[in-house]
């Protein structure tokens, strides 16, 4: 079973950087009012309800499992917000070009067969459009075997960690300019206590979900995976804006 089902079995989804990392990105997007947005991986939808909910603005949610996206969509209804969801693969998203004047992504592309899903993103955009994420990067040098072994473990088989450089060279090849790019000093940096809580309340909830769904003598491999996750990577945020 792949990670993704796993995490919709779970029912809770996760990026590095947490709180933090999603407060940095979305006011370096400069959401307002009348922007039409869409997240690309929204899970079970935390960022999606907050942004429309912080900054008044439409949302639109993608995930490619459909649990996912009905859990973010019974989110936004739940908290009257303007929006809706799709189970859909980024890599075909069922949107005309030129549809939204910004989208996002936390943790997501790493997971994805990186050129096509850019320029997914980029074909629906609206030129000067403003694209954000949040996405692992490493920590020092990359690593030899690290993305091999995350492969085998995580069942995704375009798993892949790319250095900042990298990262900045896919956004230009799907035609977007690179506004900031700047790595995060941790996998949890700091945010205000109840912010902090409760990253540590979803991921506390989602390593026992996981644990559950994983055969016991999995588990040290899975903790090995952490371990590797925090020692060899951390988190990196992207600001772009489409050609216009
Ligand atoms: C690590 S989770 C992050 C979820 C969410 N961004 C968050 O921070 O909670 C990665 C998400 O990407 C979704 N995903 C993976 N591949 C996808 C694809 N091809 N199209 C759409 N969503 C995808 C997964 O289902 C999962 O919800």
């Known amino acids: 079973m792949s990670f993704f089902r796993w995490l919709e079995q779970v029912g809770i989804t996760s990026h590095p950087g947490g709180w933090a990392a999603t407060e940095r990105l979305l006011a370096l997007l400069k959401l307002k009012p009348d922007d039409l947005a869409v997240e690309l991986g929204c899970g079970f939808g935390r960022t999606l309800s907050y942004a429309a909910k912080e900054f008044s603005v439409q949302v639109v949610g993608v995930d490619l499992m459909p649990a996912l996206a009905s859990k973010a969509c019974d989110r936004l209804k739940r908290e009257k917000l303007r929006g809706f969801t799709v189970a859909a693969d980024i890599c075909r998203l069922p949107f005309r070009d030129e549809t939204f004047t910004v989208a996002w992504a936390e943790s997501v592309f790493v997971f994805l067969p990186k050129p096509e899903a850019f320029l997914e993103a980029a074909r629906v955009l609206k030129p000067n459009g403003r694209f954000g994420i949040v996405e692992l990067t490493w920590r020092d040098e990359p690593h030899p075997d690290y993305c091999e072994q995350t492969r085998e473990f995580l069942g995704v088989?375009?798993?892949?960690?790319?250095?900042?450089?990298?990262?900045?060279?896919?956004?230009?090849?799907?035609?977007?300019?690179?506004?900031?790019?700047?790595?995060?000093?941790?996998?949890?940096?700091?945010?205000?206590?109840?912010?902090?809580?409760?990253?540590?309340?979803?991921?506390?909830?989602?390593?026992?979900?996981?644990?559950?769904?994983?055969?016991?003598?999995?588990?040290?491999?899975?903790?090995?995976?952490?371990?590797?996750?925090?020692?060899?990577?951390?988190?990196?945020?992207?600001?772009?804006?489409?050609?216009?």
């Open 157 to 244: 088989e375009r798993y892949e960690v790319l250095t900042v450089q990298e990262w900045v060279a896919m956004l230009r090849s799907a035609g977007f300019a690179v506004e900031f790019a700047e790595k995060m000093p941790s996998h949890a940096p700091p945010s205000p206590l109840h912010r902090w809580l409760s990253d540590f309340w979803d991921l506390a909830r989602l390593g026992f979900g996981l644990a559950r769904q994983l055969p016991a003598k999995r588990w040290l491999e899975g903790a090995r995976e952490i371990v590797n996750l925090y020692r060899y990577t951390v988190p990196a945020v992207f600001i772009a804006i489409k050609a216009g």
